[in-house]
């Protein structure tokens, strides 16, 4: 039965192929030619059959969909309802200065403290009850619950009964670290911990104040600065991607003074720089869907148009960099359906000329994904998913290093801090090379040669070098194009600063949360 069983099947695929030959022969001249003639078909020159292989494939090539016509449909770029960064983000919250006196009343009240002064605290303590009376007593038990010794980071909180009649119903200590080593790194996570404290305490009003407040007029204009970033960094909750958002009560956030100080103008410049790097934080945080080449664009765009009378801005599309001879930068962009975009938005003070002042060019990476190219990133610690911004382990695995596109919202935030600010004896150049790189048959392959602007060529042994590669043209274009005659790159471009730094942590002495390096 078994055999007989093969035999059929074997018979069936036969008369399969035979049925499938006579329709063939029937309808196809091809099939019917080879079917009915035995004659020879005439021999083709090798140079003859390669000319007709480019002409097919010249012809497969313009038959493809435009590029563009394939962009993803679900995980649509530029998701609605998802804006990729908000020029002022801060809302309605307000930072002021007020003089401290024994009247000073908000909903939160959050002081400095530190190493010595917390050691030294009471459950009488003078300064706490020149605030109000007994507050001196809770700030003394919650540091003595929590162990707070006014260790930078550190801090402690505690609700203020109601019946002690109190303007506060929340006080707290925020450590600042010895004495002689507070700086405005210190300051600014007094003025954050401060305001997140209070947000979270469904607070509306906050002052933060110095524990000892013995600052000459003139000295405290720059803490008082600090402080009022980190507040309003402190204030800001981006809820984008957050389904059930949490509603934000706290509104008016003030800073005791001494007597006589006016930090009117370093409030002013605090809100400028806080927005640039509230900025530069959404930009990092939203995924490659939502801030593409496109939307990178768009925000420089948004930027300009609010400070019109000192900002301009130029997107230079995929045909203007050809023009330029880009090759380094398009090389990198080339396997992606979304567009190439190269920013460059320039600040000029008002009523002066760029050929009259200093001209300065802050250049950021600008990938807004990685996939790594052909050298893909692949395995274990990869992180793939992170590539919005190149994140990757280093020696140590609870550091990471930002890369890819964080560059491009450092140097948009800082163009939008420069706007408002202003600076008169400058024109500055914000430059942004900005591309995907991906995998495709248009792309680059390893071992490919590209020329940059400049007439340099390039071998490429690694795709996932790409940030150097679109930093290339973007360089060659802030010195001839824009004339700048100093350069800031901000791209961390994390394998060289390894190679260069070594492997490191927060608790390196070279490091800086805020700043980065100080090397």
Same mark, same amino acid.
């Given at each position: ?7 059929? =099947? ?8 035979a049925?499938?030959?006579?329709s063939?022969?029937a309808?196809s ?8 003639t035995?004659? =020879? ?30 962009? =993803? ?12 960064? %908000? @020029? ?12 401290? /006196? ?19 605290? /009471? ?17 003394? %038990?919650?540091a003595?619950?929590?162990e ?6 550190s ?16 006080? &707290? @200590?925020?450590?600042?670290? !010895?004495?002689?080593?507070? +700086?405005?790194d ?20 906050l ?30 909750? %981006?809820? =984008? ?34 927005? +640039? ?29 609010? *400070?019109?009378?000192t ?17 380094? *930068?398009?090389?990198?962009s ?15 003070? !008002? ?29 274990? &610690? ?5 590539? !919005? ?23 948009? +935030?800082?163009?939008?801090? @420069? ?14 090379a ?8 248009? +792309? ?11 007439? !340099?060529?390039?071998e @490429?042994?690694?795709t996932?070098?790409? &940030? ?5 043209d ?12 100093k ?11 390894i190679?260069?730094l ?13 700043? &980065?390096?100080?090397?």
């Amino acid at each position: 039965m078994r055999c007989a069983r093969s035999a059929l =099947r074997s018979t069936a695929r036969v008369l399969s192929f035979a049925s499938f030959s006579a329709s063939a022969s029937a309808t196809s001249p091809i099939m019917a030619s080879a079917a009915t003639t035995t004659a =020879r078909a005439p021999v083709t020159s090798p140079a003859t059959t390669l000319a007709k292989r480019a002409s097919r494939r010249s012809a497969a090539l313009a038959a493809r969909a435009p590029r563009g016509a394939l962009t =993803r449909s679900f995980a649509a770029s530029n998701a609605p309802g998802y804006a990729p960064g %908000d @020029v002022h983000p801060f809302g309605d919250v307000v930072v002021t200065a007020s003089q401290k /006196t024994a009247e000073l009343a908000a909903d939160a009240l959050v002081l400095s403290m530190c190493e010595a002064d917390a050691a030294a605290l /009471t459950a009488s303590d003078d300064v706490f009850e020149s605030y109000g009376k007994g507050l001196a007593a809770i700030v003394h %038990d919650v540091a003595t619950a929590e162990e707070f010794k006014g260790k930078a980071g550190s801090s402690a909180f505690a609700r203020v009964p109601a019946a002690m009649g109190l303007p506060f119903k929340l006080v &707290g @200590v925020v450590g600042v670290g !010895k004495a002689g080593e507070i +700086g405005a790194d210190a300051w600014t996570a007094l003025g954050a911990a401060a305001a997140a404290a209070a947000n979270k305490a469904k607070c509306e009003s906050l002052v933060v104040a110095k524990y000892w407040m013995g600052d000459a007029p003139e000295e405290f204009e720059t803490k008082a600065r600090a402080i009022a970033v980190g507040a309003y960094l402190g204030a800001f909750d %981006d809820q =984008r991607f957050k389904s059930e958002k949490q509603a934000k009560t706290l509104r008016l956030i003030s800073v005791a003074t001494p007597a006589g100080a006016d930090v009117s103008g370093a409030l002013t410049r605090a809100k400028a720089t806080a927005a +640039g790097v509230a900025l530069t934080k959404q930009l990092v945080a939203a995924p490659p869907n939502v801030v593409t080449p496109t939307a990178l664009a768009d925000v420089a765009r948004a930027i300009a148009a609010e *400070f019109k009378d000192t900002m301009s801005v130029k997107i230079l599309e995929k045909k203007d960099c050809e023009k330029l001879g880009m090759g380094s *930068f398009l090389g990198v962009s080339e396997a992606s359906d979304e567009p190439p975009k190269f920013i460059h938005l320039t600040y000029t003070p !008002k009523g002066k000329k760029a050929k009259d002042l200093t001209n300065v060019a802050v250049v950021g990476k600008g990938l807004t994904f990685d996939s790594g190219g052909y050298n893909i990133k692949a395995g274990a &610690g990869s992180m793939i998913e992170m590539m !919005k911004f190149d994140v990757r382990p280093l020696a140590r695995p609870r550091v990471v290093a930002v890369a890819v596109m964080g560059g491009a919202g450092a140097t948009l +935030g800082a163009a939008r801090v @420069v706007a408002e600010t202003a600076p008169p004896d400058v024109a500055a150049h914000f430059i942004v090379a900005s591309c995907e790189n991906m995998i495709g048959s248009r +792309g680059l392959r390893p071992g490919d040669i590209l020329t940059a602007s400049n007439g !340099k060529t390039i071998e @490429v042994n690694n795709t996932d070098a790409e &940030g150097r590669l679109t930093l290339a043209d973007a360089l060659v274009y802030a010195e001839k194009t824009a004339g700048a005659t100093k350069i800031v790159d901000v791209a961390t471009l994390t394998g060289a600063i390894i190679v260069g730094l070594g492997a490191f942590d927060r608790q390196d002495t070279r490091f800086s949360p805020t700043r &980065g390096f100080n090397i």
